[in-house]
């Protein structure tokens, strides 16, 4: 057994034969006494040649007299067949979803398979241990079910098979397939019962969703509005809607089992026979043009009609027919209705598929597959093709797709995997394009073959098709998510014949309509329609109700008036229509609001038309298609036109000739861009007259920003266009006038240009002769001199000095108004720097305290403007000289058109009743022998200033100090400033 001779077994340790994983625990169960009883474990041995041994070991404890423990007598049971079938099995269990029990009947234990509680959905440690506890896991509704049949089987000793449901939680439910048999003991006694647990969840969520599909397809066939049939090879009629019911006033009966030829004329059966036998030749859907007589007439019919295969493989012709007859219909109608009819047969081709189960086996490591049924073949859409390896995959008509898109490496295929690493998959869901191009969806499940010594030596899969379950759930999840979130209350009532009067009773409701009648109608399932809704439904309104479910047609309410609870009026809109199993349906939806708004429209239109006729101008209104269609009182008076002349395009008949293309272009111009205009032109009064017209328009628009035409107003403005004629003639003689007083200026700047050249060389000589002969008088005769007369001298020069610095001053003044401007921007920071350290280097020691503020960068002549400064700082050091210490501040304004700037002392100051001198030129408000000056300083000042566009003011008071302002404008313009100084001239302000 171990194959070992027992010469080579001999003195050697018993656990050098153990497997390696199984060494420490047979150590400790092979060296611990068992007194009393044998002992049996099983463990796996390695023979001579390294294959593995399962084996039952069985042991007795050997004692000697005395009780003293002297060694163990073993015995082992090749078992290893045995445990490669329980694994074998083991696997075929969790690759089908199966799990197996065994139930002893006298000691009422039950032994079950290790995933048997995944199938159930528990934890192992949930799974009770006898029969009755087990019963707890059984959904109530079945466990009656499941006792009486195992009762029976166990009474009968038959075979026993049923589905019932598990609920393993309060929100989970799962179904089982059961499958079990008795067996007897020698005496015909049942003593044992096993059996298997198959998951078969799926399936019957997946024959679920195929039932309401189903029915979904019937209510859709029952009130499609074209008629729809199906028939066999042979031609016979198996399915009619009822629109081919109403249409040929035959009932079901009276078509399904005959053909064409049974039901028309011979020539109209012959028609409808070729087209058929075409479909069917071609296997490909085709669109017919067909007529046929009706006792109203010839009717002329499209049809289109297209093969059909079910699940047995029987062929069939399926058909769409809508009647043409009545032209009247659009086109994009027909359009409307192809589309429609595209979607119910794409619709009916999804509902028909069925697809079955399959399963692949491959040898390991090849990957040769050895089993493929032909269930696998249908779903990859292959032929009977000699088997292949998995590597082949990639040369397949067929590939696979995981659910991302991504298609499958073949090593990544979950066969692939089982063989290569032994994985178990479970359900993995793939996507696989058959070679026609179509698409199935599948879950796979794999797992390893091992053999007795634990070697893959092969793998399987298994998968079914759960296309149609897919594809059902979506529609599924779509119609609930329209119906749960639609804004339309939609109701299900049960007509209850048995009361008298008969009503419905509410069945189900979405969330819209439980908040359109201001209560919770999920609440209020099985309450009567009369008692929900007393306002709004009355005795009359339940017998049109019922006269719906009796039509089989829907009916429209557009417009119901009711009072709700607080009496207030109320309008609703609602739409009743047949369901299945004679349930009705009821959509609802409350317009009040757009029924008040209608109102309000109306009103607001009403007040509008009286506004604008009363108001005192023209006013139109324009659709969007460019057409007016409104006019007021006054316009018309002013026309002499009615409404009807004027709507349209009959407005521009007014308009003068000359001015009609402009008027016209600038009116379709602002359509195209959806802007206001505003144009003038003439348009012809009652009385023939062309007065001028400003006609100004905006655009108007929807709440929801929907363009709607235009709004107008006129107004007349012949007497304005008259009064701008008078004043550009009066504008003309000005500009005349102000120019021929500009030459006249310029000829006196000129002259007095030639004055001061004239002045400053005739006084120049003069002065220049006394102060040189004072100097050589003094030279000669100053020793002898008294005080007097050295202080007549000193006099003598100091007013030559005086004449000289008035004639540089007043030579200067002259030459301001002809100076060429450059304006550049200039840094007054920096400019009020270097002239206030000039000016304190002439000051000596005198204590003056500074205060200047950050000045803003301007646009001017930087000499002129450094001039203004120095002539202003060096008047604020002059006439603070008596006070220590000076005080002397620089800052400014600014407002949205200039610059303000600002010097401040705390001098002698003045006098306001005489600002007005202040600027003249000579003019001094303070003398000579206390405060050197010429009187030109401010007058230069004041003339920069005016050069640059900018104004000239003082501010003091006398022994308080004084304030000198100028402003500059923030965007000058040179050319403009130019002409205005010279057209100025002068020192005013």
Known sequence: MLGSSPEAMLDRSFFDWFDQGDRPEGYQTLTQPYPGHPEQWDGRFRRQDQSLLWAIVSMNSIFDDQGQFQGTHLMLTDVSDRQQTQERLQLSLEAGRMGFWDWNLLTHEIVRSDNLAEIYGVSPGQLP????????????????RVKAAIALALVETNPYSLEFRIQPSPDEIRWILGKGRVFKDGNGKAVRMMGIAMDISDRKHTEESLQQTQQRFETFMNYSPVAAYFKDEAGRY?????????????????????TDTDLFPQAIAQELQAHDATVLATDQPQEFLETAEHPDGKHYWISWKFPMREPSGRRLLAGISLDITDRKRTQEERDLLLADLESQQQLL???????????????????????????????????????????????????????DGQPYHPAALPLTRSISTGEVVVEEEMQIQRADGTWVTVLANSGPIRNAEGKIVAAVVTFYDITAQKQAQAEINRYADVVKNIQVGLTVWQLNPGEEPPSFELISANPAASQLAGKDLTRAVGMRIETLFPHLVKTSRIVELQEVLKSSSARDFPEVIYSDDAGKERYCSL???????????LAYEDITDRKQAQFALLESEQRFRIMADAAPVYIWLAG??????????????FTGRTLEEEIGKGWVDGVHPDDLEFCLNTYHQAFDLRQPFEMEYRLRRYDGEYR??????VPRFSHDGRFEGYVGSCIDISDRKIYESEIKRLNASLERRVSDRTAQLEAANQE??????????DLRAPLRHISGFVNLLRKRIEPSLDENSQRYLDIIVKSTHQAEELIDN???????????????????????KEVRQTLEIQSGDRQIIWEIASLPTVKGEPTMLRLVFQNLLDNAIKYTQRQQPAEITVGFNESDLEFIFFVRDNGIGFDMRYAHKLFGVFQRLHSNPDFVGTGIGLANVRRIIHRHGGRTWAEGEVDLGATFYFSLPKAPEPEQLESASNLLGSTSS
């Open 624 to 637: 969007t298609d460019q057409q007016c269609y409104y006019f007021n009182q006054p316009w018309l008076e």
């Open 129 to 144: 241990g006898t029969f009755d506890g087990s019963l707890s896991l059984i959904h109530p509704e079945d466990r009656e």
């Open 810 to 832: 007043l030579l200067a003044f002259s030459r301001m108004a002809r100076a060429q401007m450059r304006f550049i921007k200039v840094d007054m920071n920096q400019l009020v």
């Open 692 to 697: 001028w017209v400003l006609d100004r328009a």
């Open 752 to 761: 007095l240009e030639s004055f001061a050249y004239s002045v400053s060389h």
């Open 349 to 403: 081709s999804a509902v028909l598929q069925q697809m079955p189960a399959g399963a692949i086996v491959a040898e390991a490591p090849s990957g040769q597959i050895v089993l493929m049924n032909q269930q696998v073949r249908e779903i990859l859409g292959i032929s009977l093709t000699p088997l292949i390896t998995i590597p082949d995959y990639l040369h397949t008509s067929y590939q696979i797709f995981h659910p």
């Open 575 to 585: 739409k009743a229509f047949p369901l299945p199993s004679r349930y009705l349906g």
């Open 238 to 258: 198996l399915y009619v809607n009822p629109m081919l019911e109403r249409l040929w006033h035959r009932p079901q009966a009276g078509w399904v089992g005959q």
